[in-house]
């Protein structure tokens, strides 16, 4: 068994490289996908590289190049991102982003200034899991401490204690956003 200092710093550990492999990688992930909330829209006429425009716009820098794996909405036109799930040494980290899709400021303070509130829920095993804390109490998750301004997103991480490996899908709730569903790979 580990202790919790063990712990703490497994998942902060495991929080940092999941957060850089989020923003650094443009090769798709391994994990499992779920589909999104909005699936892609059909075209009435199929699309080459040719009818791209020459000038699409890149992702703004520090992003995932990848697509959310899931989506949720929260209070004040605030969409949840979740970009990946990952499962590693007893500890689930959730990689995610906070987009702001609304026309006027989003004040952080509204989630606690941090994924505190967050929580994964396992349906079938009836519990719910809170983010891990390190040895002085403090949440391994994102703080948010200042404003996401109109068509802003932020990437946020919340680590979490791994529910038993036969769950692989959970409820994720991301501060005050809805839950939704997510798959949990296998370590």
């Known amino acids: 068994m580990r202790s919790p200092r063990q712990l703490a710093a497994a998942a902060a550990a495991v929080a940092a490289a999941s957060v850089l492999a989020a923003c650094g990688s443009s090769a798709p992930s391994n994990g499992p996908q779920t589909p ?29 190049s990848t697509d959310p794996i899931a989506q949720t909405r929260g209070d004040d036109d605030i969409v949840g991102l979740i970009y990946r799930v990952e499962r590693r040494d007893g500890i689930v980290t959730v990689s995610a982003g906070a987009r702001n899709d609304g026309h006027k400021d ?23 899991y809170l983010p891990l804390q390190d040895a002085k109490g403090t949440c391994l998750c994102t703080k948010i401490k200042s404003i996401i301004e109109p068509g802003e997103t932020r990437l946020l991480y919340a680590s979490f204690p791994a529910p038993p490996e036969s769950t692989t899908e959970v ?17």
């Open 36 to 64: 999104t909330a909005q699936p892609p829209k059909a075209s009435a006429t199929p699309s080459t590289a040719a009818d791209a425009p020459p000038s699409a716009a890149p992702k703004p820098t520090g992003l995932p």
């Open 106 to 128: 989003f004040y952080a303070s509204a989630w606690s200034y941090s994924l505190e509130g967050s929580s994964l829920v396992d349906r079938k095993g009836k519990k719910r």
């Open 171 to 187: 409820d994720l709730q991301l501060a005050n956003t809805q839950p939704v569903v997510i798959t949990i790979p296998a370590e």
